[in-house]
């Protein structure tokens, strides 16, 4: 049995979808009685357990012998995974696939980026199996600007800066992938997608497959910021973006492609032309 945590998100959704579809057992992790149900509507096992509540994952986690990690990023994320991998072990989970970041690092400026390397050295720690993912940046990132790409611009920090991005889609993928096969134990997967973009070409994409232009505008910081706290991020959030964006991406350390989707899975990554593509009418005005 499989628990997967984050099954009300993007990625451990789609591990749920992927593993609902190949017939493998599985039960997802909620922190809603509401959501538990909605789960049980669709024919799927589900449990309530909340990793801000470690005395809720004992009983959750009886049974399972994998679990599925991802936590969003917070001030809380480490104390969150780090409660989970105790909880699993305690349980008797004997592999955690885990969700990191391909810039992972204890000395980073981004927040979460030496949150997921303090939790991998923890999870490498414990005494039990693991496997660690490290995607780069999402082309799902794309969806916070989609009011400004619908109306011709996106607004950016990044210079010349350039990301392998990656879709959600395939790092599920490479999770279900994992989850399911042998041979994976003690392996760090980075994943990227099939090319390296700077913002002029993403903007560039988009116009080319919107059909309407898309200027990249390369903002500065305060303006930047300006934006994302205007649009509802939290300051600890808007300071780590502008840390990933002006120090990782501007500063030309993000990764290169690794090709380890297509190694893993035995299917190309989707590029980001495919993403807008698929997600045409998220970047286009509604009417
Ligand atoms: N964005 C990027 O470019 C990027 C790149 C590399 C790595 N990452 C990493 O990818 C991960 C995914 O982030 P995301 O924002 O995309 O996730 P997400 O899809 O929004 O999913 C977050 C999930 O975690 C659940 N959750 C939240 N708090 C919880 C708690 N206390 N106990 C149990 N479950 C809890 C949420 O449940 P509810 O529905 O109940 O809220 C939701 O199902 C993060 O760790 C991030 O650092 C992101």
Redo the contacts with the bound molecule.
């Keep these: 049995m499989i628990l997967v945590?984050?099954?009300?998100?993007?990625?451990?959704?789609e591990v749920c979808r992927l593993l609902g579809h190949a017939g493998v057992p599985f039960r997802a992790?909620?922190?809603?009685p509401e959501?538990v149900e909605r789960f049980n509507q669709d024919g799927i096992e589900a449990v309530l357990?909340?990793?801000?509540?470690p005395e809720t994952l004992d009983g959750a986690m009886q049974g399972c012998d994998r679990l599925f990690l991802?936590?969003?990023?917070?001030p809380?994320?480490v104390a969150?995974?780090t409660a989970?991998i105790d909880a699993a072990k305690r349980a008797g989970v004997a592999r955690i696939v885990k969700?990191?970041?391909?810039?992972g690092n204890v000395r980073s400026t981004v927040p979460?980026?030496k949150?997921?390397a303090l939790i991998d050295h923890h999870l490498r720690d414990a005494g039990m199996g693991w496997t660690i993912l490290?995607?780069?940046?999402?082309m799902?990132?794309f969806f916070w600007f989609k009011d400004a790409i619908a109306k011709g611009f996106l607004p950016q920090i990044a210079g010349k800066g350039s990301v392998s991005w990656?879709d959600?889609r395939d790092?599920a993928r490479v999770a279900a992938r994992v989850l399911t096969e042998e041979g994976h134990n003690h392996a760090t997967y980075f994943l990227t997608g099939p090319e390296t973009l700077d913002m002029k070409e993403a903007a560039s994409r988009l116009s080319e497959v919107t059909r309407r232009k898309v200027r990249y505008l390369d903002l500065p910081n305060p303006i930047f910021k300006l934006i994302l706290r205007l649009t509802g991020n939290s300051r600890w959030m808007a300071n780590g973006l502008i840390a990933?964006f002006s120090d990782v991406v501007a500063g030309h350390h993000d990764i290169d492609p690794t090709f380890e989707i297509k190694r893993l899975t035995g299917r190309e990554p989707k590029s980001f032309t495919d993403f807008v593509r698929d997600h045409r009418d998220e970047f286009v005005p509604s009417n």
């Design positions: 945590s984050g099954a009300t998100g993007g990625i451990g959704g992790l909620c922190r809603k959501q357990g909340d990793f801000d509540r991802i936590t969003p990023p917070t809380d994320q969150q995974e989970a969700i990191s970041a391909s810039d979460w980026a949150s997921h490290k995607p780069t940046a999402f799902q990132n990656v959600t790092v990933q």
